[in-house]
């Protein structure tokens, strides 16, 4: 997952591992709170990304076919970051590992379901995401954006 440089919005490429493209994601531009949409490579809408405003720390809530797919929310008063991944039912994930550092994994149950590693040497921030072939990539995806623009925001 790589994000375009010089974008007036936010913009993140979606490649598989033979670097073939296969979705991308499109902020909205002069918008109140992130609104982002993410799309599979033929341009069809497989999520939808809004941040929640007034609300205690950073709160994402991903949509996928109008329902409510899971809330991203970055837990306050950590010593390190700390974000889980609250879906519906008792699947929900932790995201664990260095935050600062831009290494981390997506825990589900006690099990790695994803690991997230960032290119150092590159222009634009490039992410390598690795998820279990029987989890959801859209939605591992979708939550690796949401933790990127938390962290930039806190950055700046």
């Known amino acids: 997952m790589r994000e375009k440089v010089f974008s007036f919005a936010d913009r993140f490429t979606i490649t598989n591992a033979m670097d073939e493209p296969v979705g991308y994601i499109e902020g909205k531009a ?63 994930l932790t995201v664990e590992g260095d935050l600062w550092e831009h290494e981390y994994f997506f825990v589900r149950h006690g099990k790695t379901v994803a690991a997230v590693s960032k290119k150092w040497w590159s222009v634009a921030d490039t992410y390598g995401v690795d998820v279990l072939e029987d989890d959801d990539h859209v939605l591992i995806l979708a939550s690796t954006v949401v933790i990127d623009l938390v962290q930039a925001d806190e950055d700046r």
Not at 49 to 75: C, F, H, S
């Open 30 to 92: 002069l918008s109140i709170g992130d609104k982002l949409r993410f799309y599979d490579v033929r341009g069809q809408e497989v999520a939808y990304i809004e941040q929640k405003l007034m609300t205690w720390g950073p709160t994402y809530e991903i949509y996928r076919n109008g329902d409510l797919a899971a809330v991203v929310k970055k837990k306050l008063f950590k010593f390190t970051p700390t974000f889980t991944v609250d879906v519906p039912g008792p699947d929900d």
